[in-house]
């Protein structure tokens, strides 16, 4: 059986995955979606053109990977689409967030999408693609939005390591790095109040277009918009001390811009 698996299916990136994946893959049999909100899985899948399997569950517990194996083994699955869309940021210094929150970020963002790639990997083969969720915060360290610009910097690292390794196997791996995308992401990082970030917001259709195109045309990284791409480039030839001073005062504009908020 052919099949895709998203997660984070259930809003912004990974629904819109999941919406734009049957019609360019088109000899998929299944398509199966991974987030912790049943209803909107099962909405979501009201809409999609394929048989839909839900695995509703939490990425940063161990039981909904042993469904998902089970499930994979059961039906003999061939992952020709592996999309780790699931993951959170949390806007603000980093000692005013509370602990738990950044550590979910850390367990959702590395460890889930780390789990769920070498889970699926052995039911990949020639031609099977990963999308690594990864972000423009992965191009320089962000004060301001420190562990989540880690995580992603994770991301990032892993998807470009791990997709040199699968060369070889004919599995071609897309790091994902768009700037701000107009999500629910925002609702639980919170606000980005004056920050430059609102200057550059895309929408999910057309990032995920690209991204989709991206790996169809073996790309290893997908970029979206003229300003992350010239972000990405100033990230490598500015010195790192520079790049941090200029986002600490953009970072100083939000927080101003969400006292005002408040
Ligand atoms: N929006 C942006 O500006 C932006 C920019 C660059 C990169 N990204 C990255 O793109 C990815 C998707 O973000 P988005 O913008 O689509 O955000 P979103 O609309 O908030 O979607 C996040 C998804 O992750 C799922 N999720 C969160 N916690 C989970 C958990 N513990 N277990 C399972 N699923 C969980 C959510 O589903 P449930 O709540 O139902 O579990 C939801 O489906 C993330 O990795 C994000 O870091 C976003």
Redesign the pocket.
Known sequence: MKIALI????????REFARQIPKLYRKLDEIWL????TD?LKELAKELPLPVRIFDG???RDYIYDRIKKELERQSADIRMLVN?????AIGDATDIDVPAQAGMID??CRALTKMTLLCIPYMSKGSRIIQ?A??AAFAPQPGFAVYAATKSYVYSFARGMGGELKSKGIITTAVC?G??D???FE?AGNTGNSMKWKFMSGPVEVVHKALADAANRRETSVYGAAMKAARIAARLLPDRLVIRLMRADSKKQNKGDERIR
Not at 34 to 37: E, L
Not at 85 to 89: E, H, Q, R, S, V
């Open positions: 997660t984070g299916a259930s809003s912004g990136l990974g991974a987030a912790r909100s909107k939490d990425l940063t869309a699931a993951g959170y940021g959702l963002n969720m972000s423009a768009p701000p995308v999500t629910a992401f639980r």
